[in-house]
């Protein structure tokens, strides 16, 4: 089955941009989704299709993908940033499944 | 506006049954807007699909779990239910039902969740 890698933890000042990445095999052929879950909390859609965001998520929370690594990207980091971060992809080869990454912790300094 | 509330035994014993409800509030059940599905986080922090299921009763299941789990509706209640048969210390986690409008899209709702702990 597919792998997703993602950095444990990125560590970020307030004002500054954090990048989260999420890397595997499968990111070059399928679009990624990404979840922000803040502590004790259901996770929450941040973007999705790599890019998009979904209503009421602030335009400073943008993604992209390249190759074999799609990233979320955090402009003007804000405290409230502060959360858990995982991608998603579905990879619909042999065995369909939905595949999550290993996740992120964003600490705003 | 959609509303997901799971309930289960929170407690049970390893070989036991688990099983989970998701009531759904704010559309029927019925609808052919959403796919029902069920993902799970381990108390590390990993989050694992369990699977989906459509209104119709096509279901779509996590590979590694297909074995044990069932996946089914009950559109008289409005809710979805989730059966693992088996269940063992590794099934410690708290499980979500979520919502996606395709089988490959994103979980766009997802309930507040319900811990449940295996005990040997």
């Known amino acids: 089955s597919s792998v997703l890698t993602q950095p444990p933890s990125v560590s970020v000042a307030p004002g500054e941009t954090a990048r989260i990445t999420c890397g595997g095999n499968?990111?070059?052929?399928?679009?990624v989704h990404w979840y922000q879950q803040k502590a004790g909390q259901a996770p929450v859609l941040v973007m999705f299709y790599d890019d998009d965001r979904p209503s009421g998520i602030p335009e400073r929370f943008s993604g992209s993908s390249s190759g074999n690594t799609a990233t979320l990207i955090i402009t003007r980091v804000e405290a409230g940033d502060e959360a858990d971060y995982y991608c998603?992809?579905?990879?619909?080869?042999?065995?369909?499944?939905?595949?999550f990454g290993t996740g992120t912790k964003v600490t705003v300094l | 506006q959609l509303h997901l509330q799971e309930s289960g035994p929170g407690l049970l014993k390893s070989s036991e049954t688990l099983s989970l409800t998701c009531t759904v509030s704010?559309?029927?059940?019925?609808?052919?807007?959403?796919?029902w599905g069920w993902v799970r986080q381990f108390p590390g922090g990993g989050l694992e699909w369990i699977g989906s299921i459509y209104y119709s009763g096509s279901t779509y299941y996590n590979p590694s779990l297909k074995s044990r789990v069932t996946m089914s509706v009950d559109t008289s209640k409005n809710r979805l239910s989730l059966r693992v048969n088996s269940v063992t210390a590794a099934d410690t986690a708290v499980y979500y039902c979520?919502?996606?409008?395709?089988?490959?899209?994103?979980?766009?709702?997802w309930g507040q969740g319900t811990r449940v702990t295996v005990s040997s």
């Open positions: 979520t919502t996606h409008p395709t089988i490959s899209a994103p979980c766009f709702s």
């Open positions: 704010g559309d029927s059940i019925r609808s052919s807007t959403y796919f």
């Open positions: 499968i990111v070059a052929a399928k679009s």
């Open positions: 998603q992809v579905w990879d619909g080869r042999s065995d369909p499944s939905y595949v």
